[in-house]
Nanobody
Framework: QVQLIDSGGGLVQPGGSLRLSCQAS????????IGWFRQVPGKEREGFSC????????YYTDSVKGRFTISRDNAENTAYLQMNNLKPEDTAVYYC???????????????????WGQGTQVTVSS
């Protein structure tokens, strides 16, 4: 079965950390850009980080830059998102997605993404 599996979400206090995983099954991530997105109820899904398939160049929006780190391990067919210094406004459902090699260069149009994870809830609250 071809799918992406998100995991690692949970409840964390402000200032805490979480590490999300995005494992591919049934296909290889080798030639896909990987993006992380998040969505809160009533708002559109927004992208905030991306990593290229070839040289591992990473991209971040200002809202997460310096706090989140995207990475990938092609040998494990998995991508990761390390989230540090979490804030209440980071609360959302987080999704990973795989897209064409040029996806990270933007614009991050959701229709271009081929595979999506099922989402994992991240809640930042004291």
């Amino acid at each position: 079965q071809v799918q992406l599996i998100d995991s690692g979400g949970g409840l964390v206090q402000p200032g805490g950390s979480l590490r999300l995983s995005c494992q591919a099954s049934g296909f290889s991530l080798d030639y896909y850009a990987i993006g992380w997105f998040r969505q809160v109820p009533g708002k559109e899904r927004e992208g905030f980080s991306c990593i290229r398939h070839d040289d591992g160049t990473t991209y971040y929006t200002d809202s997460v830059k310096g706090r989140f780190t995207i990475s990938r391990d092609n040998a494990e067919n998995t991508a990761y998102l390390q989230m540090n210094n979490l804030k209440p406004e980071d609360t959302a459902v987080y999704y990973c997605a795989a897209g064409p090699p040029d996806f990270c260069s933007g614009p991050w149009e959701l229709w271009r993404l081929r595979y999506w994870g099922q989402g994992t809830q991240v809640t930042v609250s004291s």
